[in-house]
């Protein structure tokens, strides 16, 4: 005869209206879900979108794409844990990381999608304040949340709140950033103090201290690469240093371009408390990923200009030129040190640390 498990352990596959917490039943497509998404998420969001609700959003065509534009496109799925951390949630770096996978491309975004994936138990306030956080960045970013979609999985499949979120902009004519664009002689502009945002993560979900409370980078960047744009900037390649951190975009730049980049460690702006938390774990700051910066490649001419404009952009504060492209060692980061040494860096095999986003 099977072994019967304790009642408090039974699972209901029926709906059940349970107030506070997300139940099988919020993904079942009934009244429950229609409950959720139009007292919990659609509020958040800053109501229904223009046209009502429906199985696609649609987008009126941009002007641009009449005189050669292009449409960009992207999607990346958030994953990180804690869902909280210093200075923001999984729902605003979900916002932040799409506009920002777009605006690299030279996309001005216009629309974005969001999908839900819960756990059964999670509780409603915490569904709640991550789409209010998800609402605020993308109302902050002028970029709508214009479809979305929910699903409710059982306890224990997954680590109480997922999200996707896709993202469409436009490329205006003629603009041609890529990664295979850098040639020798061009700079390398890194738009403000790096590895804040996997410091934070880390010092969250350990608890540890390190003299001060370090806050998240997280941050939409369209409006500075729109800034750059608009003032002429021939901008050959745009990066955002997120997993892996700055290294590891740095050398896909040095690959993808088949050029040798050149970095001067003393001038990569990394904060104290960043440096001081590498130190105590062993972890290079190069390697740390960032959610609200990028790096920049441009002309040589053209790299005052580009830190002027980076420096009006409030997320810009604190941009440096780090390196140059060189001709030399085809394919290699090469770093500068602060001894005047040379050394090649290299990505690192895995992540250092996991699930910051």
Known sequence: MPEISPPDQWSCPLPVRAGERVVLGHGGGGVLSAELIEQVILPAFGGAPAGGLRDSALVDVPA??????????????YVVAPLFFPGGSIGDLAVHGTINDLAMSGALPLMLSCGLILEE?????????VA????????AAGVPIGTGDTKVVGQGHADGLYVNTAGIGVVPAGVEIGPARARPG????????????GVAILSQREGLEFGTTLRTDS??????????????????????PTRGGLA??????????????????AAVPVPDAVAA???????????????GKLVAVVAPDDADPALAVMGADPAGRGAAVVGSITDAHPGLLVGRTRLGARRVIDRPLGEQLPRIC
């Open 64 to 77: 641009a794409l009449a005189d050669g534009g292009r449409l960009a496109f992207s999607t990346d799925s």
């Open 121 to 129: 138990g999670l509780e409603i306030d915490t569904l709640a304040r």
């Open 132 to 139: 209010r956080d998800m609402g605020r960045a993308a109302h």
């Open 186 to 197: 061009d700079v390398v502009i890194v738009s403000g103090p790096i590895g804040e945002h």
């Open 219 to 240: 941050a939409s960047l369209h409006r500075m690469v729109a800034g750059l744009l608009s003032a002429g900037i021939d901008v050959r390649v745009l990066r955002d």
């Open 248 to 265: 590891a975009s740095l050398t896909e730049i040095a690959a993808d371009s088949r050029v040798g980049v050149v970095l001067d460690e």
């Open 277 to 291: 938390a590498c130190g105590f774990l062993g972890l290079d700051p190069l390697h740390v990923a960032n959610e």
